[in-house]
């Protein structure tokens, strides 16, 4: 094997690309400032139990493992950095307060998350700590999909659902509570067969209500079929409630709820959303909210989030147009210095051409050149092409 190959599902990113990435990180974590987020810088190695602690199973399936060679101990290269940021938040700010933060870098999975995924997605995304109730969730919600358009990305549908269904039917049935797992499997995937066939036996209304769920998708009207055929539990009630409220606050093409969506039901207690575009079979933003994170941490906090991975908006993107830059000649003229030096303070690009040798680039066009004039030295610029 040629030793310049790299491993299945990570690649690096050329110039072009990588440009439009770092443009995106820009824009976005200048949208999240505007919301007043703080920015933090969570570490890519944790001890094992730090980084697991609180997340669902399929963090810990996604999680590199190794042995720190100072202590012995087993760490884990991040698959997430939400926990990250939840352990800063509870140990190291220790606010009282509301708080919000976000955060930008990269993630290492032990294999890809969705159809094309990349093992090495640039996860960037914000959350607030403190804070119970369904405002938060609003501002979480308006924030991403504020970010999307910041970035340029349109015809957005945004996916609701909520954990708090399932956990209600679930609480109600002692069977169903023993079936968990299962009835969690097969709500993900839809099979009717296996739920009709795993159910048996649940108390009537709950296996009616378990049943309904998979057909229970569609725009904000679902919500009132769901009124009528699910039990009329506080939990559930709570749950359809802030359901319809964050459809009408969300401002994208298209609002969908699906209430057999479980992605997340183990790391979630509440509202989860995603966000889909056309071009892409994955979401291109998750979130909700992960009250019982922190516990773990010995700090209870509410809290509430989403995360977004710029690689994959950057695929949704047109290519970025080349920028116009000057072409300089090497010299240690002081003249020549000294306009160069102007040129870029005002934010000009202006590239030498180095003696014998030329210079190739993606990301750039050369349509103008530093000419230095014959009577007095100066340096002036011509375009390409003119005398």
């Known amino acids: 094997m040629p030793n310049w190959l790299l491993p299945e599902f990570i690649a690096d990113v ?24 703080e920015l933090v810088i969570p570490p890519m190695l944790e001890y094992l139990e730090s980084l697991l602690t609180g997340v669902g199973q399929d963090t810990e ?18 698959a997430d950095m ?26 290492l999975h032990t294999r890809p998350s969705g159809l094309q995924a990349t093992r090495e ?55 169903a509570q023993i079936f968990e797992a299962q009835l969690f499997d097969l709500l993900e995937t839809k099979d009717m067969p296996g739920l009709i066939e795993l159910t048996k036996g649940f108390h009537e209304d709950t296996r ?81 909210r992960y009250d019982h994170v922190a516990e773990a941490f010995g700090r209870s906090r509410p809290a ?23 072409l300089a000649p090497w010299s240690d003229d002081e003249k020549l210095c000294r306009k160069i030096g102007e040129l870029r303070q005002s934010g000009e690009i202006v590239v030498y051409e180095l003696p014998n040798s030329r210079s190739e680039h993606d990301e750039f066009v050369c349509d103008r050149f530093l000419v230095q004039e014959a009577d007095n030295g100066d340096w002036i610029l011509k375009t390409a092409g003119n005398e």
Do not use: W
Not at 318 to 324: D, G, T, V
């Open 304 to 326: 509430t989030g989403f995360s977004m991975d710029l690689r994959e908006l950057a695929r949704v993107l047109p290519a970025a147009e080349k920028r116009h830059v000057i």
């Open 208 to 288: 009616t209500a378990l049943l309904a769920l998979p057909s229970m998708y569609g725009d904000v009207e679902i919500l009132k079929e769901a009124k009528k055929i699910l039990p009329d539990t506080e939990g559930i009630a709570k749950a359809l409630a802030e359901l319809e409220y964050l459809a009408g606050q969300a401002e994208c093409d298209r609002v969908t709820i699906d209430l057999a969506d479980m992605h997340g039901y183990h790391y979630h207690s509440g509202v989860m959303f995603a966000a889909y575009v056309p071009g892409l079979p994955n979401a291109i933003a998750r979130g909700g």
């Open 121 to 175: 997605p640039l996860q960037i995304g914000a959350e607030i700590f403190g804070y119970p109730g369904i405002e938060a969730d609003a501002e979480i919600q308006s924030l991403a999909l504020a970010s999307l358009k910041a970035a340029g990305i349109s015809g957005v549908c945004l996916d609701l659902s909520h954990v708090g269904v399932l956990k209600a039917l679930i609480a109600s049935d002692p069977l």
């Open 14 to 37: 050329l110039p072009s690309e990588a440009r439009k990435m770092e443009d995106l990180r820009r824009k976005i974590l200048d949208e999240f400032r505007s919301y007043g987020y």
């Open 61 to 78: 399936i996604y999680t590199f493992k190794l042995i720190d060679q100072l202590s012995g101990r087993t760490m884990g290269i991040r």
């Open 82 to 107: 939400t926990t990250q940021v939840a352990r800063i938040d509870a140990h190291l700010l220790n606010r009282n307060t509301v708080t919000r933060l976000c955060y930008a870098g990269s993630i």
